[in-house]
């Protein structure tokens, strides 16, 4: 299988369960007009924390969140270059639609590999937490340098599915800690 499936399938996730929450979200009604209207707001979406163990090292809570939140960053960003190259072993560059989400893949990654880097320097953060991390942040590295050079192919599949590896990883270590990532 290649990494560009999983990645697509951890998107189709993300946008289900986006389209679920925009499913209850409340309406608005702008009309000033409208004579039915109160001035009572609707209820809207509860967010409600993940739960974590009561006795987690408050340093793995704050670098699991974080990393985390680079996890979808990053994922939200590199699945339009997963799309747009999706059955090819060399990525036409030339086309717009490749070219384009290169770029936004590429910063993303750079962005989301300095973020990852900051969460394993976390202070206190155990070893087992932010070994993983550091490897995530090596191999988005990795990956953006490949698609900086407009590489495809088992080279781009390998690494993404390294980046994938190091991401399972590091979640693993959070959810043993007691939170999550």
Request: net charge negative.
């Amino acid at each position: 299988m290649r990494s560009s499936h999983v990645c697509e399938r951890g998107l189709a996730a993300s946008l289900i369960a986006f389209g679920i929450g925009l499913a209850v979200v409340p309406t608005a009604s702008a009309d000033p007009n409208d004579a039915e209207q109160t001035d009572t707001p609707a209820p809207g979406m509860v967010t409600v924390p993940a739960p974590t163990s009561d006795n987690v090292n408050p340093a793995a809570a704050v670098a699991c969140k974080q990393f985390a939140t680079t996890l979808n960053f990053a994922a939200t960003n590199y699945s339009g270059f997963a799309d747009a190259t999706e059955g090819t072993d060399l990525p036409d560059y030339r086309d717009p639609t490749v070219r384009n989400s290169n770029v936004t893949a590429r910063t993303a990654l750079r962005e989301a590999a300095a973020a990852a880097m900051t969460a394993a320097a976390t202070p206190g953060l155990q070893p087992e937490i932010a070994a993983p991390m550091r490897a995530w942040s090596v191999d988005a590295t990795k990956l953006l340098l490949i698609m900086g050079l407009r590489r495809g192919g088992d080279t781009l599949d390998n690494v993404a599915t390294e980046l994938n590896n190091d991401a399972y990883n590091a979640q693993t270590a959070c959810a043993a800690a007691g939170t999550h990532a």
